[in-house]
C-alpha cells in the first residue's frame, strides 16, 4: 500500500534486522561506510543500499566531515515509534498488572481446595460404625 | 526469564506480538484468558471502561463477545470466532470491533508455555495490513514524551538487535 506517511516509511526501514543491526552500531557513535559493513558478511554495495533506506527514512544522516562523510543516526523517527510501541505496551501491562493479581487468588484458591481434599474429614470417623 | 515484564514486538510487517511471564502453572493462566468470569476482572479498557459483557464459547467455531462500557455511557464491542482451540496450550480466534477503528479483522494466537510453574504467555495479532497494523499501534501512542537515549536503547531492544561492538 502506498503511503506518503514519515512514520510508514520508518517502520519499513526498521522491518530489516540488518538495517537494525546498522541502527544499534550508530547508537554507539557515528561510523563511515567501510565501519558500518565490517561486521556483516555483506559487500559495501549492499550495505551502502540498506543506508539509502535508512537515510531515506531520515534515520541517518551523513555528517559534513568530506573525507569519511561518517553516518550518523537521527533519533526523532526512532523516537516517535518507540512512544507507539511504549504506549500500547503499557495499555497491555496495566491489564496484565490486573492479571498478575487474579492469578495469585486463583492459586491460593486452588492451594486451598486441595487442602480440603487431603486433610481427612473431622466428622468421617464419627460416623463410621 | 523474571516474571513482570512485557515485551511488544513487530515480528513482521503485519504483526504485533507480546510476550509475558506470569508466576502461575499453565491452566490457570489459560482459565484467566478464557472463562468470564476470570476476564471480567483483568481484561478492561483504558480508566473507567469495565468489560461489561463476556461470552466466551471455548470450542472451534465458537464465537466470542466482548462489550466495554465507560461510565459516561459509551460503549465498544468487539466479536471473534475462535479457529483453534488446544487447551491449556494454544487458541487461534478472530477479533473485529462493531465499530470498527481498524478496516478488517484481525486473527490472535494466544501461546501458553509453562517451565517451573511459571507460563510464558505470547499474544501474536496479525493484521490485514501493515497499514493497519501501524495505526493499532499508533493508537497506543502519547504524545509529548521528551526524546532521550533511554527510549533509543528500549526500541534498540524491542526491535530484537543484537549490538555487537563493530
Known sequence: ?129 | MSTGTLKVTTPTDRDIAMTRVFDAPRALVFDALTRPEYLKRWLLGPDGWALTTCEVDLRPGGAIRYVWEHRDGRSMGMRGVYREVVTPERTVATEQFDDPWYEGEAVATNTLIEARGQTTLTMLVRYDSKAIRDAVLKSGMERGVEVSCDRLADLLKTSGVVLRKA
Open chain 1, 1 to 129: 500500500m502506498p503511503s506518503t506517511d514519515p512514520l510508514d516509511a520508518t517502520f519499513a526501514a526498521l522491518a530489516d534486522p540488518t538495517r537494525r543491526a546498522i541502527l544499534a552500531r550508530l547508537a554507539t557513535g557515528d561510523a563511515s561506510v567501510t565501519e558500518l559493513a565490517a561486521p556483516f558478511e555483506m559487500s559495501q554495495p549492499a550495505i551502502s543500499k540498506h543506508l539509502k533506506v535508512l537515510e531515506r527514512a531520515g534515520l541517518i544522516s551523513r555528517s559534513r566531515d568530506a573525507q569519511r562523510r561518517p553516518r550518523r543516526l537521527e533519533p526523532q523517527p526512532l523516537a516517535e515509534v518507540t512512544e507507539w510501541l511504549e504506549g500500547y505496551r503499557r495499555f497491555w501491562e496495566r491489564r496484565y498488572e490486573r492479571l498478575d493479581a487474579l492469578l495469585e487468588e486463583m492459586k491460593s484458591t486452588t492451594r486451598a481446595k486441595s487442602r480440603r481434599r487431603r486433610a481427612p474429614r473431622p466428622s468421617s470417623k464419627g460416623t463410621q460404625r
